[in-house]
């Protein structure tokens, strides 16, 4: 079914989630180069982040069925759908007692790998009505709208243009959105979390630094009492736990930190130094040098650097031009850095 949707390019080219080659970092980029030009050029930007209320268990069965049609996809594979939706029921059971069976009109089951797809085949449209000034990311059902002007009259006006038809959309297909938002106020905020990465107004980055310091503190202590616990224990081990439990949550997002100014590097390397002393079992004193040789783990922002070349190059492989334009801007502003 993937490939009938792939060939005849039906999925919507800014949904990341449930697909091949692609991840969070797919429209975190775009969010962080579309943010970082507009404030180069001095222009005023928005983003607004939804909340689909139980997406998955709200796609309407007539609904998807007449996507599917709509889509004109192979009519096997639509009546196998049928079949996969129709005449299913729940109950619920309570202290041994089940209730009545109640026939479902909605709701992808649970667990099952068709059901990410046909949420994406369900909202492949959700984005057509918005303001064409207007950018979208989608991962699975998160949903984010972004855009720019040189006055905040024009933004808000772009912005809400393209939450009301964003809620249209919703009415029509049965979705509902967490809160409903009739008037967009817009007012400056210092920072807003976008798929586990924390944007700041700025994009100076201090606020990523500081949820990343708090999300590895109890990680850290963990390494440490497991160090303490067996001084003996294996070096490939504990450097897998760092690795899984601490580099990461550090490194989750780190490309596009690497233009970020020298300070978040030195921050984010402390963070990476008690680390790996607490996971090698080694006073705070010890050398970054010493401790680097023996945990044989580059320097973080090496290893993010390493991270941005790979992603090039896995770009190019699946030719994913968008995040290949993308992260080759990154490069080149890191080069012109260095000079």
């Not at 996969?84 to 009109?105: M, Q």
Request: include cysteine; aromatic fraction near 10%.
């Amino acid at each position: 079914m993937f490939k009938e949707l792939n060939e005849g390019n039906i999925l919507p080219s800014h949904q990341a989630g449930f697909r091949p080659h692609r991840s969070t970092m797919y429209n975190i980029i775009r969010l962080e180069r579309y943010a970082r030009e507009q404030l180069q050029k001095r222009q005023h930007s928005a983003v607004i982040f939804f909340d689909i209320k139980a997406a998955f268990d709200t796609v309407w069965f007539d609904g998807i069925i007449y996507k599917l049609f709509d889509l004109r996809l192979p009519e096997y594979l639509i009546c196998y759908i049928i079949s996969f939706l129709d005449n299913r029921t729940a109950s619920i059971e309570i202290e041994n007692i089940l209730s009545k069976s109640i026939l479902l009109r909605s709701g992808t089951p649970q667990g099952s790998p068709l059901s990410p797809l046909l949420y994406i085949i369900y909202t492949s449209d959700s984005m057509n009505s918005i303001h064409q000034h207007t950018e979208h990311g989608l991962f699975a059902d998160d949903t984010a709208l972004w855009t720019t002007s040189n006055t905040i009259t024009n933004l808000n006006y772009r912005l809400q243009s393209s939450i009301n038809e964003f809620q249209k959309w919703c009415s029509s297909w049965k979705k509902k959105l967490e809160i409903e938002v009739e008037d967009v106020i817009i007012k400056p905020t210092s920072s807003a979390r976008y798929l586990g990465v924390m944007f700041d107004h700025k994009l100076d980055w201090r606020t990523q630094v500081k949820h990343v310091e708090t999300k590895v503190a109890s990680r850290i202590s963990l390494l440490r009492f497991l160090s303490k616990l067996n001084p003996n224990a294996n070096l490939n081990t504990m450097l897998t736990l760092y690795k899984s439990l601490v580099r990461s949550v550090i490194s989750y997002g780190s490309i596009i930190l690497l233009t970020a100014k020298e300070n978040i590097w030195k921050r984010l390397q402390t963070i990476q130094n008690k680390a790996l002393k607490a996971t090698l079992g080694l006073p705070m004193y010890t050398s970054t040098k010493y401790v680097h040789s023996i945990s044989n783990i580059q320097e973080i922002k090496t290893y993010s650097t390493t991270l941005l070349e790979q992603s090039i190059t896995r770009a190019r492989i699946y030719n994913d031009k968008i995040t290949e334009n993308n992260l080759l801007k990154i490069q080149l502003h890191i080069k012109r850095s260095d000079i």
